[in-house]
């Protein structure tokens, strides 16, 4: 370091190389012919002694000017590097008189896997996980990054700085975040309820299920145990339905549930894994899978849960087994053009049949579950009963009422109250 404490050198000695290296540039014409009469005595150990001249385009014409000759004509022992990230602001009797090395910025993501790679064959563990950005409009973006195991314990909010450090860590490089408007911490819970029901009592959506975000399915879950109580629950507090039509609410969420935890499970352990080829392989496979058409389309029926069927409701009634008409227990996908079914203000069965007076004298036995509105079925031989949440209950064939008829009988209030 100079008297003056302008320039601040560190000494180094690599294998018999002295490097000097300048950290504050040379903006007076003093300070460079400090350095240059310093840099004629040759190292008393080294072979070379080389001056590495940071930030150099801090450095002023007459400290350039002042290093010209040296530079030109260095002694023997004498090597200069001029590092810079504005070469055009080193004046041009130096440039012509230097090699010049462009260096491009290697890219955050190549750094990383190179660092990755280097790590893993020197058996270094590197802290390293997940970052999800998510676009929600043009000009806003959901980020989600794992931080390992919860200690237990409320975790507290992250600040913006912190976000930012994770993103400058994970991310591509070059993302500035800004005017957040939640920043919240959340630990991931798995838990259900064995039974949906006690009594009186209903649980529906969290209070029923907790489980990773992954996948983004605890809402859309919450909101579909909603859809498959209210239509029964309807039904049995107007006196329409029996109250046994209740205990299949149960049955059939638990089982949904029960897999929405095993899936949710499952996409947090990919995503979260920490092991090196494990994660390569994951992220092969999935830029694979996910290039595909089919998948993608199973992946958005499977998050978006249209795909969920109640196979094993004890609300199934008996069914034709043909494979181009839905199972009972199985979803009906709604026409289009047409009025959903259970879209009308009392949830109703909707009959899909060719009409005839039987059919219509069907409808008008059992007013309070049937929809008035007789729909076009999907083959004039065949007549499906759709529950008003969308899902097939009974399918038979048109001349063969007697089953629609012995299914709803099972539901009936009215017909509680005859017998
Ligand atoms: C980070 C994160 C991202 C998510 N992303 C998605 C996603 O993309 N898609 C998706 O489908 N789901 C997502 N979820 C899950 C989703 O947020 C929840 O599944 C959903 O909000 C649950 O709704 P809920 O009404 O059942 O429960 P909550 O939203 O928890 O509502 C329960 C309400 O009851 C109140 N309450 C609690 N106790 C009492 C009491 N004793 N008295 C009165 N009120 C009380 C609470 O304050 C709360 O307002 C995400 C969850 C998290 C944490």
Redesign the pocket.
């Known amino acids: 370091m100079t008297g003056r404490n302008r320039i601040h050198i560190t000494r180094t000695q690599v294998e018999g190389i002295a490097i000097v290296h300048l950290e504050v540039p040379l903006t007076r014409h003093d300070d460079a012919r400090e350095l240059r009469e310093k840099a004629f005595f040759a190292p008393a150990s080294s072979r070379y002694k080389i001056y590495i001249i940071d930030e150099a385009h801090m450095v002023s014409p007459a400290g350039f000017n002042a290093l010209l000759k040296v530079v030109e004509e260095p002694p023997e022992h004498l090597k200069f590097i001029f590092a810079t990230t504005e070469p055009e602001k080193v004046i041009g009797t130096i440039r012509s008189r230097t090699h010049h090395y462009p260096f491009r910025l290697v890219p955050p993501g190549t750094l990383r896997e190179y660092l990755g790679d280097v790590c893993g064959r020197e058996g270094i563990p590197v802290e390293d996980g997940v970052l999800l950005i998510i676009p929600m409009s043009a000009t806003r973006f959901r980020i ?1 990054a794992d931080l390992g195991l919860s200690a237990g314990g409320a975790p507290t909010d992250p600040t913006l700085d912190q976000v930012q450090a994770i993103i400058d860590r994970r991310g591509p490089g070059g993302m500035t975040t800004s005017n957040p408007i939640w920043l ?1 911490a ?1 630990r991931i819970n798995e838990r259900k309820v064995s039974d949906y029901r006690a009594g009186r009592v209903f649980v ?4 029923a299920h907790v489980h990773s ?1 992954a996948g ?7 909101m579909q145990d909603a859809f498959n109580l209210a239509w029964k629950l309807a039904l049995v507090c107007r006196g329409d339905a029996k109250e046994a039509l209740l205990d299949s609410f149960s049955v059939e969420r638990s089982a949904v549930g029960e897999e929405v935890l095993k899936a949710a499970g499952r996409l947090t352990m990919v995503a979260t894994m920490r092991n090196r080829t494990a994660q390569t392989v994951r992220n092969l496979l999935g830029r694979l899978l996910l290039g595909l058409a089919p998948v993608r389309k199973a992946m958005v029926n499977t998050m978006s849960e249209v795909s969920v069927g109640y196979d094993h409701s004890p609300l199934n009634g008996p069914g034709l087994h043909r494979g181009d008409i839905p199972a009972p227990g199985r979803r009906l996908e709604p026409t289009a053009g047409q009025t959903p079914v259970g879209s009308k203000t009392a949830p109703r069965f909707a009959l899909f049949a060719a009409r005839n007076d039987k059919v219509s004298a069907l409808a008008m036995r059992f007013p309070n579950l049937i929809d008035a509105e007789i729909r076009t079925p999907l083959d004039p031989d065949v007549i499906l009963l759709v529950r008003p949440d969308g899902y097939v209950s009974c399918t038979a064939k048109s001349d063969d009422l007697v089953v629609v008829a012995n299914y709803l009988d099972a539901i009936d209030a009215a017909k509680a109250v005859a017998a």
């Open positions: 989600i919240s959340f529906v959506g969290d209070a975000p983004g399915q605890g809402m859309n879950t919450g």
